[in-house]
């Protein structure tokens, strides 16, 4: 079956470096990708998304790029704050009927002043 | 607009009690969906809804039973509850255009 894997955290950065989770999946179909941001306490917000090969999402300062020729989907940013800390999830969808959601085991960020 | 929301907030169970949780939303969505959420396993799918009426088994399904009988509501039950399902609940409702919306979540402990 579809399944999506992350790199593994925790991951702890300083304010204003720079920030890389990686992403790959596996997929049958042509899915499409996102990513979402779980604060601490809360439920899961999307942060960004892209629908086909090339497509790049782009959400306060987070921008990740559909590589179908690499099967991935890395989360960048240029310059982090203490605020993004939180648990980042990859996630696919297969487009088909219920839109179900494959997700990876989450990146947990932490960013210290 | 309250978006989705869950009930209760927190629970504790001891093994063998049953429960019912919540879910509710307000956007019409048609699609609805039950995760849980385990360190280190990210969301998994219990069971989710295409639409008033109807269910359908996730990746998780054992221990768990839903009804969605109107379209704003989507409960899950476990009618026997054992430590093993001590876990965070989500509930989650999609429109047309593949973007989740998520509750705040459940914390249920089962001793």
């Known amino acids: ?113 | 607009n309250a978006g989705v929301t869950q009930t209760p907030k927190f629970r504790v169970l001891k093994t063998g009690q049953s429960m019912t949780l919540l879910c509710a939303q307000d956007m019409n969505h048609e699609y609805m969906y039950w995760y849980r959420q385990d360190p280190g396993m990210g969301l998994r799918l219990i069971h989710y809804s295409v639409g008033e009426g109807t269910t359908a088994k996730g990746e998780v399904p054992d221990g768990y039973n839903v009804s969605r009988l109107k379209k704003q509501n989507f409960l899950l039950g476990l009618e026997s509850a054992a430590p093993s399902q001590t876990s965070v609940y989500f509930c989650a409702s999609a429109g047309s255009y593949y973007e989740q919306y998520f509750g705040p979540g459940t914390r249920l402990t089962v001793t």
């Open chain 1, 1 to 113: 079956g579809d399944s999506v894997t992350q790199m593994e955290g925790p991951v702890t950065l300083s304010e204003e470096a720079f920030l890389t989770i990686n992403c790959t999946y596996t997929a049958t179909g042509y899915p499409s990708l996102f990513w979402y941001v779980q604060y601490p306490g809360e439920g899961l917000q999307l942060l960004l998304k892209a629908t086909k090969a090339d497509d790049k999402g782009s959400n306060k300062g987070f921008e990740a790029t559909y590589r179908k020729e690499t099967t991935s989907f890395h989360l960048e940013k240029g310059s982090v704050q203490v605020s993004d800390s939180a648990v980042y999830f990859c996630a696919l969808s297969d487009r088909m009927g219920a839109q179900k959601l494959v997700f990876g085991q989450g990146t947990r960020l932490t960013i210290n002043p």
